[in-house]
Each structure stands twice: as C-alpha cells, then as structure tokens.
C-alpha cells in the first residue's frame, strides 16, 4: 500500500530532523488525528534518545511584573493602567529561592517585565547571592532584551541560562504585535547570548491574530537555524485588558503539533510544557509531554504576588503554595508515564558546544 504524502514527510522529518518550507506547511494544513499519534510517537521517540523518559523541573520566580513594552497580546504591557505593578526585593527574591531550594530545585528562573530598574548591576548581585548560597543551582534569566555589555556582565556573575522568545520569525507580524520594538534585536539578542555562552532559549507562540502556517514554518526554521538549548512554546490566550481582548487565542491541539515537529527539529532541546498549555486544558501539560516536552517550571513565586503577574487570563496554579505544586506536578508527570527530575538539568550537548 502506497503511503500518504503526510505519513512520509513525518517519517523523513523524524529521520532528517529538517524539512523545507513547503513542507512544513502542508503538515500543519493536512494534518488528522491518525498521523498526529504518529508525529507524538516521534517526538517522544526522540526525546528519549537524549533525555529517557526525564521531565525536568524548574522553579520559577516572576520578580516583577513592571513592563516598558506594549507587546499586544500581554497582560502586563506597559499601557494597562490596570495592571496591579509588584516588585520583589533581593530578600523576597533569595526567600523565594530558600524555599525552592529546600524542596530540591535546582534551577531557579527569575522572570519579568522589562524591568530597567533591575539593572544589569542589581541582577548581578542577586545571582552572585543565589549562588554563594546555593552553587549546585542553575540560574536562568528570562528579563528581556539588553545590550552586548548587560548581558556579558550578568552571565560572568553566574547566570547560566536565559529564555527570550522571539514570538515570532515573521518580520511583518512581529512589526504589528511590538509597537516600537525591533525584531532584528530581538532576534540579535539570541545569537548575542548564545555567543556570550549562555544555554539559550527562543520560542514563540501559536494563534496569534493573522498568523498563518507559512508563519509557523518560519518559526521553525528559525529554530533549527538558530539551534537553541531550550523552546518555549505555548498557545497565545487573550487577555481583557489589552487590545487583542476579543481574538480567538491558541488551541491545545495546533500547540501540540507544533511542539512535536519542534521537538523532531531540534531534537536535543529542552522543551517545557507551558503553564499557557496548563491554563487552555487541565491535563493540557500532560498532553504536551506526550507531544516531546521535556520539562515543567511550577510557580515560587509569593503566593501574595501571584496573581498580579498575569500575562494572560485564568492562568492556573495562582493561589497554590510551592510545596503543594511540586507534590501536585510530580504526580501529574508520573501518571503521565514521565519521571521528574530535580536535577540542574543543562542541555545534554551543552558543554560540547
Ligand atoms: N519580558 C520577558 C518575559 C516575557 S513573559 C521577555 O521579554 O522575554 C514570557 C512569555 O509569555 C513571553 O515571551 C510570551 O511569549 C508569553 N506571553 C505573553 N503574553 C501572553 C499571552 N497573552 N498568552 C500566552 N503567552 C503570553
């Protein structure tokens, strides 16, 4: 029996690890149930190959939620008056870190707004005392774009990791959802960071308004270009207090797909399942393990602060103490048929880059 056209391309991108671009395209517009298990079974397939059946678990500290951009999709843009701002201090941040460290995390992701007030000094002197405390853990940053300098300065305090998602590889529709940002610096600060000898992670996400799947393919042949450590991709869901309020947003089952053909792209990535994931569908993240996510980053942030660093609407987990989400997604990755990880948890390939 002659095999489909789909069914070969998700075998040749299986075995390649790379499509061109019309190929891409016509997987995300035929794509159907049957082959989708197929495309799971891969990526899953693949994952293991470099990690086994490891899900890795990061504790994650939004520090603030002040923003000076206006992305147009996010909660926290600078131009919602609504917006209730919070910063943590140094101490808040490093009791944060304590706690996280006594259930046995071992990488701390400090996230925010682009916050200018944490300068690239004051971040500095946060990750050198996380790490005087604690020298096992892995510090990520996840603080948006900065210069050559800034970042050079904070990944020679200690920083090991940093994610900043490109959104989107499409010139045009980045240009429509950052007002007044550029998307060639933003694309700049990856290769910048990666060339720093940071562990890098880019992303995007799916269902934003007027993206297409040529879009998407050109989301995931920027990753293969620029081979990141780490993807980020979740669903886009709008939030009522901007102006993308009456968009449709992302659906779990074009996240998955694309999460997969990621995974099957850069097969050594670390890929979390999103908590955006978590928020569209209960077992949303669980789906996302099972579609080649290698990694789940539960919330340290204060349980008193929590709901204000709020991207997008109904995001999960808001009012849960850290114990109790680590009890709640160790459990949620074994029925899943995964095994958590506490460890650090680096990119295999990293330290032979
Ligand atoms: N300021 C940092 C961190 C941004 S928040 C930076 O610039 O990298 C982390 C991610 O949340 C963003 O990169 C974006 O992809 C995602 N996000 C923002 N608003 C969202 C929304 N409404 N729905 C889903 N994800 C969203």
Redo the contacts with the bound molecule.
Sequence with gaps: MQIGLIRYLIDKLYNANILDKDEIVYILKNIKDENKEILFDYAVKTCERYYKRKVYLRGLIEFSNI?M?N?L???IRAENSNAERYRLSKDEILECCKEGYSLGYRTFVL????DMWFDAEKISDIIKSIKALYPDVAVTL????RTYDEYKIMFDAGADRF???H?TASEELYGKLHPGASFINRKNCLYILKEIGYQVGA???IGLPGQTEEHLADDLIFLKELYPHMI?I??????SE?PLCNEKGGTVEDTLVVLAMARLMVPDALIPATT?IGTLKKNGRELALNAGANVVMPNLTPVNQRAKYD??ENKICIGDEPAHCRVCIENRIRAAGFEPDLGRGDNVNFLKD
């Design positions: 923003c951009r992305c999709y996010c909660g996230q925010s707004g682009e996840s603080i948006g774009e994610l900043l998602r959104e992303g995007f996400m980020g979740g669903p886009f869901i709008p939030h901007t955006a991207l997008y």
